[in-house]
Each structure stands twice: as structure tokens, then as C-alpha cells.
């Protein structure tokens, strides 16, 4: 066997194998990371950041290299795609056709990571976990085009083998040469049939959208998986008292929303560019998560003072929401956050509206118990309902952190019913439809006897469970697949 890769018979594995170590890794990288900036950085600077000395010299094809930079910073250095490729593109000048194409290259290599190292695997004499970052990169970036885009086989190996050379990594050619080209000689849906068998989804995500389906998993499972796996269109929300969804349709070109009275759906374009997202009257929300926001001002309290709890605000999406109603019924907001910067986003986003931002933990805010009308736990959460907004999230997930974070989310709960007066009502809510998150914690709380649960369905669209709970779908909604969950303190 020449060129460091394997011939196609040698290559092919009996079984399928499960996705590679890839979070494992990430965590081991990210734990890396963590010691040597906190040697090197004082403290308070945040994620690395894309630097143009780092650049690796030019292929003549900016869409490529611009996915390319992205991929590697992303799975070496822990970046986000969706901040590191739109400051690339923008700052390379990158549009039109070669921006959507750069785009799709960059999000659908870091969706169908965990499916691209297998075939890459299959066909390398070199374990996955053993390849240079960079190389890696580039036969990812290939292996994507091959597989997903249909891109004419020797424009993907010749561009890929040409990123490796650019990354200085001259002695590799010949090895990504040969596993992409290995990987051609293989009909493309023989190995998706054998390595893409849930929408490039790893397992245990599997497993928890079927439990969290129920009964409804043996005919939905797919959908589900499928609409994960689509890019989502944005959602706006026109801020009440602002601007009605109505005229934010209007002036921005979109839609109204089906299910917030706030909502306007935003096919193309970049939101951020719209002057009335630049002004505070309209951000940009998932419609669930505007649902969950009015849920809160809504349900019927007895005697409402107006004294309103948001427990853990940042980055200020619902508190924003909340503050714009509450300025209308004449409430006030406290929004809570643990993190210093995520509260400086909280106040940048709420403006002028009645919201007292507090940096503090939300299990011991030092605030007066059983004193609020309403206070909302939206609760910090594996995110596994909003995959579809981080392409590489599902590989760098693990089971493990819904169980780190289990404990947090009863406690915040906990909390929260402490703060709220008898008769308060308490909003529990994830972007996360995994059970253990959802249900797990309410029922917990429920079994300590000093709440009741109400129906929360009346708040949401239909088709959202058998409640009393409310879990939304991106397959059945067009949401994030949001969770929320209403309780009153007895008294
Ligand atoms: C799911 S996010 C909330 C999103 C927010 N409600 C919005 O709509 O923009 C959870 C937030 O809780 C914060 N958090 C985590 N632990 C916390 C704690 N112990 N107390 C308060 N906030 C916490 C996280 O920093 C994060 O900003």
C-alpha cells in the first residue's frame, strides 16, 4: 500500500463503527485550551479569535479557503462557524454565490463531521485521531464535497490536497490525495447508507429525541432528525409597544409568524444589517422562545404586583420580551445572570425598558423570598433543541453534560419556587427536549409538594405533547425544539 491510505477492499470495515472519539477529543483539546490561556491571557479575555497571521498562503479560491480557516478553528481551537465564517467572509469581501457556497461547505462539513471521519477513517491507514488538524481539515472539506455537495470529484480532491500544501503540510499530499480519491472509487450512497444512517446525528442525540418523541417517535424519528438538520430561517420578533409584527413585515420583506403574535419569519438576508433590529424595536428570537416569554406574562396571577423574575437572563433574548410587555402592564423585571459578560449583553438588549439587570448566582441571588409574581427558569441546558444552530454542536456534545447539568437546573429551579409568592407562577423552560432536562426536573420539583402543575398548552401552538407540558419541534413547528413547563406555588 502506497501514499499512506488504504486500498478500497483493505479500507472497508465489517461493521459500522460508532462516530469517532470526536468529543472526547474536544474535550481533551478544550481542557488543553483552558490551562495554556490561563497562562498566557489575563483574565476576563474570552475565545480565541481569528487572526490574519495565521493565514495559510492563498489556493487562488477564497470560498474554499475561507471554509477551509473556519473547519480548522472551529475543531482545533474551539471557535463558533457561525461568528468565525461571517467575519471571514466579510473581511475577505466574499459574496453572492461564493459566500452561499462557502457557507454550505463550512456548516455541512461541521454538521456531518462525525459521518466524514468515518469514510475518512475507512479509507486511511491512520486512525482519524492521529491526523494533523489541518490535514484533517482539508480531507473533511473533501470528503464533504465528494459525499454531500456532488462537486466534481477532482475539483474536491485537487482543491483539498492543494489546502494541505497551503497549510505547510507539503509531506501530507500524497496521504489526502489518496484517501479522497480512495473515498470516489466508492458509489456515494454506499457510504452514506452505511456511515449516515440518522441525518448525521450521533447516537445518544438519537436516543434522546426518541425518548423525548414518546409514542410519537416510531413515525416521527426521522422528520425530526431530517428538520434538524436544515438550516432554520430567522425568526424576528417586533418588540410590543415598539413596533407590530405586522409593520415588521412590511418594512423588512418577511412574514408574519404563525403562532407569536410577534414573530416575523426572514427567509434571506442578514438581520443584523436591518435598521430595525439596529434600533432596539425588533431582535432577532426563535418564535418558541417568544411563546415561552409571553407564557410568562400571561398566565393568570391573583394580585399581580407587577414584581417579575427572569433567574438566569442571559444573553437577554426573553428579558427583552418580558420588559417590553412589562412596560406595557406597568410591571418591572430583575433579570438575573451568573456571568459578568452575558449580563453586559442583557443590558445592551434591554435598553430603556423596566429591567434591573443583577450579576449573581441564581440559586442564591440575594433577593427577597416570596416576592415575585412570576419568575421564568430558563434553565442553562445541554441546547440539544437548538442544534440546528451550530453545526459542529452535536460532535462536541456529550451525554455526560446533561448530567453535569441536571443538578444546576433542579436547584435554579428550587430557587425560583423560593422567590415566587404563593400563587406565583413559575416558568420552567430548555432548549432541549431531552427528558432528563425537561420532565426529569419538573417532576422532581412537582414530587416535593409545594407546586401544582398548570396546562401549559393553552400558551403554545397545537400538536405540542399530551402535556400538561409544552414541547415544540422544529419538524412539527419550524421552532427550536423548546421545552416549557408552567407551575403555581401553592400556598
Ligand atoms: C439558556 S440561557 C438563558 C437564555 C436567555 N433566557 C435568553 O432568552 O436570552 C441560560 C443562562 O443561564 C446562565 N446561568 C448559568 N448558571 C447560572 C446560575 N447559577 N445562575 C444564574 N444564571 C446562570 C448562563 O450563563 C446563561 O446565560
Redesign the pocket.
Known amino acids: 500500500m502506497s501514499g499512506g491510505f488504504r486500498s478500497r477492499a483493505a479500507g472497508r470495515r465489517q461493521e459500522p463503527k460508532r462516530p469517532t472519539g470526536f468529543a472526547e477529543q474536544q474535550k481533551q483539546q478544550k481542557q488543553q485550551r483552558q490551562q495554556k490561556q490561563q497562562k498566557k491571557q489575563p483574565e476576563g479575555t474570552g475565545r480565541q479569535r481569528y487572526s490574519v497571521k495565521s493565514r495559510p498562503a492563498s489556493i487562488g479560491d477564497a470560498p474554499r479557503e475561507a471554509a477551509f480557516e473556519t473547519v480548522l478553528r472551529v475543531t482545533r481551537d474551539g471557535a463558533f462557524a457561525n461568528l468565525t465564517l461571517p467575519g471571514l467572509l466579510r473581511e475577505r469581501k466574499i459574496t453572492g454565490r461564493d459566500a452561499a457556497f462557502a457557507t454550505e461547505l463550512t456548516y455541512g462539513t461541521l454538521r456531518t463531521m462525525g459521518v466524514l471521519d468515518e469514510v475518512i477513517g475507512a479509507n486511511s491507514s491512520r486512525p482519524v485521531a492521529q491526523i494533523n488538524p489541518e490535514v484533517l481539515a482539508a480531507l473533511r472539506l473533501g470528503a464533504y464535497q465528494v459525499l454531500y455537495m456532488r462537486v466534481e470529484n477532482h475539483a474536491a480532491v485537487d482543491t483539498s490536497v492543494r489546502l494541505v500544501e497551503a497549510a505547510n503540510q507539503d509531506k501530507a499530499k500524497g496521504f489526502a490525495n489518496g484517501v479522497l480519491r480512495s473515498i470516489t472509487r466508492t458509489p456515494v450512497e454506499e457510504w452514506l447508507a452505511k456511515f449516515d444512517r440518522n441525518h448525521a446525528h450521533p447516537e445518544w442525540i438519537v436516543k434522546s429525541f426518541a425518548a423525548a418523541l414518546g409514542d410519537a417517535a416510531e413515525a416521527e424519528l426521522d422528520s425530526a432528525l431530517k428538520a434538524d438538520s436544515e438550516r432554520p430561517i430567522v425568526h424576528l420578533v417586533a418588540r410590543p409597544g415598539e413596533i407590530t409584527a405586522e409593520e415588521l413585515a412590511l418594512t423588512t420583506g418577511g412574514r408574519q409568524g404563525k403562532y407569536s403574535p410577534y414573530a416575523v419569519y426572514l427567509e434571506e438576508g442578514d438581520p443584523g444589517q436591518l435598521q430595525e433590529v439596529r434600533d432596539g424595536l425588533a431582535g432577532v428570537?426563535d418564535e418558541g422562545?417568544q411563546l415561552i416569554?409571553r407564557a410568562l406574562a400571561e398566565v393568570p396571577v391573583d394580585n399581580d404586583q407587577g414584581r417579575w423574575l427572569?433567574?438566569?437572563?442571559?444573553?437577554?433574548?426573553?428579558?427583552a420580551l418580558t420588559g417590553a410587555i412589562a412596560a406595557i402592564d406597568g410591571a418591572h423585571v430583575d433579570a438575573?445572570?451568573?456571568?459578568p459578560h452575558?449580563a453586559d449583553l442583557i443590558r445592551k438588549?434591554v435598553g430603556n425598558l423596566p429591567v434591573t439587570v443583577k450579576v449573581?448566582?441564581?440559586?442564591d441571588?440575594g433577593l427577597e423570598a416570596g416576592s415575585y409574581d412570576r419568575v421564568?427558569v430558563?434553565?442553562?441546558?445541554s441546547g440539544l433543541g437548538a442544534l440546528r444552530r451550530r453545526p459542529e454542536a452535536r460532535w462536541v456534545k456529550t451525554e455526560d453534560d446533561i448530567a453535569e447539568l441536571n443538578t444546576?437546573q433542579s436547584e435554579?429551579l428550587a430557587s425560583a419556587v423560593n422567590l415566587a409568592k404563593p400563587g406565583g407562577v413559575i416558568v420552567y423552560s430548555?432548549?432541549s427536549p431531552d427528558v432528563r432536562e425537561t420532565r426529569g426536573i419538573v417532576d422532581k420539583q412537582k414530587a416535593l409538594g409545594n407546586v401544582e402543575e398548570l396546562d401549559a398548552r393553552p400558551y403554545a401552538m397545537d400538536n405540542v405533547g399530551e402535556g400538561p407540558s409544552v414541547q415544540m419541534w422544529p419538524h412539527r413547528h419550524g421552532t427550536d425544539a423548546m421545552f416549557f413547563a408552567v407551575l403555581r406555588k401553592l400556598p
Not at 336 to 339: G, K, L, S, T
Not at 378 to 381: F, L, M, R, S
Open positions: 428570537q422562545s416569554a427572569d433567574l438566569c437572563a442571559g444573553p437577554g433574548g426573553k428579558a438575573v445572570e451568573v456571568a452575558r438588549a449573581a448566582d441564581g440559586r441571588p421564568l430558563d434553565a442553562p441546558c444546576l435554579l430548555t432548549c
